[in-house]
């Protein structure tokens, strides 16, 4: 695709961040082959613009320039960077609401990323991988707790050794219901549905992602409870598993005593032998010394 010279010099002018400007061009490349041109021209790039400024909405555009305005870089304003710089057998991750929160974020995640840190060092994890490493230490060999906001789980943290997303359980209230049907639009599972005029949640298919609570602008499905949910044991690759769910819906704090109980798991029972990992030692133990941990601290 063509580019005239003014269109191509306003695509560092549109604020939006570093990983989507690429995004911004192929869509521009878009807007011009849906008006049957082979060109991309300024009129392309404002509705390239508007398009995802109406996505992003004013209060994030604003936040986003703002840093522009203070020469702030996304690698200037990105907390994962400072959480995964130093030397360490750990990786934490977070989803994108890192940078300015994520209309669906249900727990704050640039806030958790350095409990989270602190923790994994009292635990001493780095030490305890490294001398159970059965080969030189590589890329693989780090423990990942990775952190999304909401049940959309932007960082795939169901592939990961801790897995942990926000997580609402919406209950429907006496306030009225207007029905708009928001609600069921934004259910991506399809579960609401309505009798004599009030919505009706199909409880045992909802993911918890707060997705309808978030919509509803009378309050007629509100927050049950909010916190997340976690899971242990996930892994990509060769021997690829979903991480097993050990709360579907609990509070944040209950993120600690796991990582007690999963390093605990590590040092006495991880093998210092080919390829052993946290979720090969999981298929081995099960979830049952992570709950006798937490039993043996009080947590449950
Ligand atoms: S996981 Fe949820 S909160 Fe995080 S970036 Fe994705 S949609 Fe937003
Ligand atoms: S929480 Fe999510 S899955 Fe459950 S009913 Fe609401 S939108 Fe649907
Ligand atoms: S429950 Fe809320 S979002 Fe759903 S139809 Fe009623 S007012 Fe609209």
């Known amino acids: 695709m063509k580019w005239e010279e003014d269109a191509r010099q306003v695509v560092d002018a549109i604020p939006v961040h570093d990983i989507i400007k690429n995004m911004i061009i192929l869509w521009a490349e878009r807007c011009a082959r849906k008006a049957k041109r082979d060109v991309v021209t300024p009129e392309d790039m404002i509705k390239t613009r508007d398009d995802y400024f109406e996505w992003f909405g004013e209060a994030k555009i604003a936040k986003i320039q703002a840093a522009r305005d203070n020469n702030q870089s996304d690698t200037d304003l990105d907390p994962e960077i400072a959480l995964n710089k130093d030397p360490a057998l750990y990786k934490i991750e977070l989803c994108h609401s890192r940078f300015f929160g994520c209309d669906r974020d249900l727990i704050n995640v640039r806030e958790l990323g350095p409990k989270i840190k602190q923790k994994l060092e009292e635990l001493k994890i780095t030490e305890i991988l490294a001398d159970k490493a059965f080969e030189v230490l590589m890329p693989h060999s780090v423990f990942t707790v990775s952190i999304s906001g909401c049940g959309n789980i932007c960082t795939g943290a169901e592939s990961k050794d801790i897995g942990i997303h926000g997580a609402a359980r919406p209950k429907v209230t006496d306030k009225e219901c207007s029905q708009c049907k928001k609600c069921a639009h934004a259910c991506l599972d399809r579960i609401i549905s309505f009798e004599d005029g009030r919505p009706v949640i199909n409880e045992d298919c909802c993911r918890l992602c707060g997705n309808c609570i978030q919509v509803c602008p009378t309050g007629a499905i509100a927050f049950d409870k909010k916190g997340c949910r976690i899971m242990a044991g ?44 946290f979720s090969l030692l999981m298929r081995r133990t099960g979830i049952s010394p992570i709950f006798e941990h937490l039993s043996k601290v009080g947590k449950i």
């Open 234 to 277: 996930g892994t990509f690759g060769r021997f690829a598993k979903y991480g097993t769910e050990l709360f579907r819906l609990t509070d944040t704090d209950m993120i600690y005593p796991i990582l007690e109980a999963s390093v605990n798991l590590i040092k006495e029972e991880l093998s210092e032998t080919y390829e052993d990992n």
